[in-house]
């Protein structure tokens, strides 16, 4: 169990149990074998990340906990590694949450922040290019659940992803303040296999600053997290 008790502990056992080898329809992908500890290595190192986020971004991690568990199983068919979490040193597996150092280019160039200033209405690239589109390793992959923008009003209306040249379906982000926090739910989540191509388009409504970032986490090796960057 974890000592941060962020998600449900009625909703966290429900995913505590063993997972066999199979294989996944819904994102075509082999799924390892997932023991119990594994499981709670996860969850553990979810609930630390999302300890100081605001409510509407904890339930959206938490009702997406099984997208997660199988995004770690795809990786860990790749990978033949266990998940550790945070304890895992070397090949294990841990989670991380999505950060704009992770890409090669983010609003169209390399840069370490989420924030950006449009200049006009319209198409912009986000995560990766066309021409230039980010990839995944095979011991490593993305889930994106959403988005937030704290800013005073959200001037991106739409999200597109597309994966090995596979354009799938812009969706529209509608931004819930109900909460006093601005969080766009995906449909679906967005999942990033290892060994994949992607980019990210959104679209701007005006012009003026947009802080948007992608609610989500990496599965990776521990090894990968030596270096501060």
């Known amino acids: ?24 329809a819904n994102l075509k992908a082999a799924l390892a074998e997932f023991k119990p500890v594994e499981v709670n290595n996860l969850v553990k190192i979810l609930e630390a990340q999302m300890f100081h986020a605001s409510d509407p971004v904890r339930d959206l991690v938490e009702v997406n906990l099984g997208a997660i568990i199988n995004l770690a199983r795809a990786v860990k068919a790749q990978a033949k590694s266990d998940f550790a979490g945070i304890i895992g040193r070397g090949n294990e597996l841990t989670a991380t949450r999505i950060l704009p150092e992770m890409f090669k280019n983010v609003w169209g160039s390399s840069t370490t922040k989420w924030d950006y200033n449009v200049t006009s209405a319209g198409v912009i690239e986000y995560i990766g290019t066309e021409n230039n589109p980010e990839s ?15 800013v005073a009003e959200p001037i991106i209306t739409k999200a597109q992803i597309v994966k090995d040249n596979t354009r799938y379906q812009s969706v529209d982000l509608c931004f819930n303040y109900s909460s006093g926090y601005p969080l766009a739910a995906l449909p679906e ?33 521990a090894k990968n997290l030596l270096e501060l960057v």
């Open 136 to 150: 995944t390793a095979e011991e490593e992959g993305y889930i994106i659940l959403g988005f937030i923008d704290p």
């Open 189 to 221: 989540p967005w999942v990033i296999l290892p060994e994949q191509e992607f980019f990210i388009k959104v679209k701007a409504k005006d012009s003026g600053v947009t802080r948007l970032e992608p609610v989500g986490f990496k599965i990776q090796r």
């Open 1 to 24: 169990m974890s000592v941060f008790s962020v998600f449900s502990r009625e909703v966290v056992d429900k995913y505590i149990k063993e997972y066999a080898e199979e294989y996944s």
